[in-house]
C-alpha cells in the first residue's frame, strides 16, 4: 500500500544545516511536497519536486531525490529559531489526482 | 488573494451530533481536497471534489460526506459524530500540481 515514513525528531545549533529524510513506497507517484506546520496552524507548502528530476533548490531549502531507493530529503541552510516546526513529507498518490499521502512529521527543534 | 479559508476555526460537539464545516479555495482554485490530521499524526486523506463532484475518496466511513458549490467552495459534513473524530480537519485546494491549505478546523467531540 501507499506508505511515507520520517523520523520523528531532529534538534539542530542556529546557523548549522538541517537534514529532513523521508521514504515513501509508491513508485508511481509524480510529485513529492514538504510542507511546514507551526503549532496550532495549517500547512504551509515550502516546496516540491517532480519524480524526474534529482534536485531542487529554492534560496535556503535543497530537495534531493533519490527516485531508485524512494527517498526524499529536505536540506535547510543556516536554520534559524524560526525553522523550529513540524516537517510534512508527502507523495502524491497513484492515479495522479492530487491525493496526497503525509508522513508521521519530523519536529525540528532548533536551538540558540 | 484570502488564500484558503476555513471556518469556524473551532468547534465543540458530543457523540452523535452531526457537524458542517466549510472551506473556500484560493481565488481560481476549481479542486478541494479535505484531510483529517489527529492529534501528533500527518493529515489523512477522506475526499477531493472537482465540478461539484466526489473524485476520489479515502479510507473514511460513508458518515463523512462532502459538497462542492458552483462558487468552488465546499462543506464537510460527519454524521453521527464519535469520540475519535476529533482532529483537526483541513482543506486544500489545487491548481497546476501545488495543494495550499488553509488554517484547519480543530472539532473537539465529548
Known amino acids: 500500500g501507499e506508505d511515507v515514513e520520517q523520523s520523528l525528531f531532529l534538534s539542530v545549533r542556529e546557523g548549522d544545516s538541517s537534514v529532513i529524510n523521508c521514504t515513501y513506497t509508491?513508485?508511481?507517484?509524480?510529485?513529492l511536497y514538504w510542507y511546514k506546520q507551526e503549532p496550532g496552524a495549517g500547512l504551509q507548502l515550502l516546496t516540491y519536486?517532480?519524480?524526474?528530476?534529482d534536485m531542487k533548490q529554492d534560496q535556503r531549502l535543497t530537495v534531493l531525490l533519490n527516485k531508485k531507493d524512494k527517498h526524499l530529503s529536505l536540506r535547510i541552510a543556516d536554520t534559524q529559531t524560526g525553522d523550529s516546526a513540524i516537517y510534512f513529507c508527502?507523495?502524491?498518490?497513484?492515479?495522479?489526482?492530487?491525493?496526497?499521502?503525509f508522513g508521521q512529521g519530523t519536529t525540528l527543534q532548533v536551538k540558540p | 488573494d484570502a488564500g484558503v479559508t476555513q471556518s469556524p476555526t473551532h468547534l465543540i460537539k458530543t457523540r452523535g451530533q452531526q457537524v458542517t464545516l466549510r472551506c473556500s479555495p484560493k481565488?481560481?482554485?476549481?479542486?478541494v481536497s479535505w484531510y483529517q490530521q489527529a492529534l501528533g499524526q500527518g493529515p489523512q486523506f477522506i475526499f477531493q471534489?472537482?465540478?461539484?463532484?466526489?473524485?476520489q475518496r479515502g479510507n473514511f466511513p460513508d458518515r463523512f460526506s462532502g459538497h462542492q458549490f458552483p462558487n468552488y467552495s465546499s462543506e464537510l459534513n460527519v454524521n453521527a459524530l464519535l469520540l475519535g473524530d476529533s482532529a483537526l480537519y483541513l482543506c486544500?485546494?489545487?491548481?497546476?500540481?501545488?495543494?495550499?491549505f488553509g488554517p484547519g478546523t480543530r472539532l473537539t467531540v465529548l
Open positions: 486544500a485546494s489545487t491548481q497546476d500540481n501545488e495543494q495550499f
Open positions: 508527502a507523495a502524491e498518490g497513484a492515479s495522479n489526482t492530487g491525493k496526497l499521502i
Open positions: 519536486i517532480f519524480s524526474n528530476m
Open positions: 481565488s481560481g482554485h476549481d479542486t
Open positions: 471534489y472537482y465540478e461539484e463532484e466526489e473524485r
Open positions: 509508491d513508485s508511481s507517484s509524480t510529485y
